[in-house]
Nanobody, 118 residues
Framework: QVQLVESGGGLVQPGGSLRLSCTAS????????MGWYRQAPGNQRGFVAI???????NHADSVKGRFTISRDNAKNTVYLQMNSLKPEDTAVYYC????????????WGQGTQVTVSS
């Protein structure tokens, strides 16, 4: 079994910063893509950022220039550095990890709340 543990969420004022972390443990095998998604109340879960094993990244247009995804393969951990936060960034943030080679299985973290408010 695979466990994903997220941390780093909280309450921050507009313009502030937070860093989310997500660490995978258990029967990990080969981790390929790692990513972050978010879900605000009343909305569907949406893409935020993704990083491949070799470090290639893609960020949603709404967060480009403000958020940066990174990973530490030795620690099986993915990070999301969030700067210049806006109230519309308020959501539950979920990490997603894809594991496997010929058969890819997707795992989700439990979610961490990020609230941007003055």
């Amino acid at each position: 079994q695979v466990q994903l543990v997220e941390s780093g969420g909280g309450l921050v004022q507009p313009g502030g910063s937070l860093r989310l972390s997500c660490t995978a443990s258990g029967s990990i095998g080969s981790i390929s893509d790692m990513g972050w998604y978010r879900q605000a109340p009343g909305n569907q879960r949406g893409f935020v950022a993704i990083i491949t094993r070799d470090g290639s990244t893609n960020h949603a247009d709404s967060v480009k220039g403000r958020f940066t995804i990174s990973r530490d393969n030795a620690k099986n951990t993915v990070y999301l550095q969030m700067n210049s936060l806006k109230p519309e960034d308020t959501a539950v943030y979920y990490c997603n990890v894809k594991i496997g080679t010929s058969l890819i299985v997707s795992y989700w973290g439990q979610g961490t709340q990020v609230t941007v408010s003055s």
